[in-house]
């Protein structure tokens, strides 16, 4: 069987409670997952991550606000304080770094369920500020610099963005029962190799393309679905012109695709575009 690239969604729950050193990047494109299993495509970074072991280093998916800077560094045998000390102190390419455990939930954003659907709605934003129109909220939302709130979908729960430990801001909306109905972390995702299965006869190239790239493969191919960083769907066809034409027009940036065979199988492949 194909090798197959697994999603896992974490939610509510640490898996395995491992520690690990939460990171988020000045820039998306710098410091990015690299092609081979606990490197960037930053050598800085790089050598921070040989010098403390690290084997495991993945994109946290999930994020509402700031999709493809979250990242998660694991070091085997080694001291994960000062892991992370080295890396909070290369800021050119670290923005902030923390030490958390896998599948912990993002420290800075929520989500938030109002009672009504007219009580407690966005109404603009004071100095950056998020402001609704209920004064309690607001007051909370000053409190705690809520910088985002968002509408999931119509009808539906808010996503939250603060400069502040989500915890406490968490602990205050829940005591403003009046216009919260109920608020919950967000949790990160992940994309998994599973290594039990065979290595797979599928192969792209090149990888790292500029314009297009090659699919070469024992199998037919029955659908191609493109996915970018943040899991944002950006076309499924059963058309390889189609997808070269889309690929073309695509931003630098890591990209994921899923292959769909005529045989039932799967097969899951992370792109990168210079």
Request: hydrophobic fraction near 35%; include cysteine; charged fraction near 15%.
């Amino acid at each position: 069987m194909k090798r197959l690239l697994l999603f896992l969604l974490v939610s509510g729950f640490s898996f395995g409670q491992n520690q690990v050193v939460e990171i988020k990047l000045v820039d998306a494109n710098i410091g990015s997952e690299g092609m081979l299993s606990g490197t960037s495509n930053n050598s800085g970074l790089n050598q921070i991550f040989q010098n403390h072991n690290v084997f495991r280093y993945e994109y946290r998916y999930n994020h509402p606000f700031i999709p493809a800077k979250y990242y998660e560094a694991e070091c085997q045998n080694c001291d994960t304080n000062q892991l992370y000390i080295d890396l909070l102190n290369y800021t050119s390419v670290v923005e902030k770094a923390r030490i958390t455990s896998y599948g912990s939930p993002f420290l800075d954003v929520l989500a938030t369920q109002l009672h009504s659907a007219t009580i407690g709605i966005p109404t603009g934003t004071n100095n950056g500020i998020i402001t609704t129109n209920d004064t309690g909220l607001n007051q909370i939302f000053q409190n705690f610099n809520v910088n985002h709130f968002d509408l999931m979908c119509p009808n539906c729960s808010y996503y939250i963005g603060c400069n502040c430990d989500n915890v406490a801001l968490k602990s205050a909306l829940d005591n403003y029962p009046a216009v919260i109905n109920l608020t919950e972390f967000i949790h990160a995702s992940y994309w998994l190799v599973n290594t039990q299965f065979q290595k797979s006869k599928t192969l792209i190239s090149p990888n790292p393309f500029s314009t297009y790239f090659n699919i070469q493969t024992e199998e037919t191919i029955s659908n191609y679905s493109l996915m970018d960083i943040s899991g944002k769907q950006l076309i499924t066809t059963t058309s390889k012109n189609e997808l070269d034409n889309l690929s073309s027009q695509l931003n630098s940036g890591i990209y994921f695709l899923k292959l769909q065979f005529e045989n039932g199988e799967n097969g899951n492949f992370k792109l990168l575009k210079e």
